[in-house]
């Protein structure tokens, strides 16, 4: 959770197990609040997240985004992820 002026700006969640190959945990339900969005808040919560995940022996974080999601998908490539595997049509 990332708070600012008392309030709830934005969220980002962690898988609390990792992959099968035991060191990919899985980045979650981010959101940022619509009024807070735009100033970089999104950038913060990841990156708080890469310093503890990656200094904690895990080696990579792994995320899904709709490829819709223009605005994820670009915040995502600035940060450096990489497409993997081919998109899944949802039924
Ligand atoms: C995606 C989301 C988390 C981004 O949060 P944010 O705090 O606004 O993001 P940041 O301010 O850190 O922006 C970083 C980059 O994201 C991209 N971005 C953010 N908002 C954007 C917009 N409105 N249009 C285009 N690109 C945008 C840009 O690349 C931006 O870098 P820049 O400011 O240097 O251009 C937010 O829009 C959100 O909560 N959306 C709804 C939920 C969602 O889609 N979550 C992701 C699910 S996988």
Redesign the pocket.
Known sequence: MLETDDALA?TISISANTDEDGVTRRL???????E??????????IKEVESRVLSDGHSALR????VD????T?????LGYQPVGTPEKLQ
């Open positions: 934005g979650f339900t981010l959101d940022v609040g619509t807070y969005r735009r100033r970089g808040f999104a950038t913060k919560l995320l899904e985004v709709s999601n223009h605005i994820a670009s915040l995502y490539e600035k």
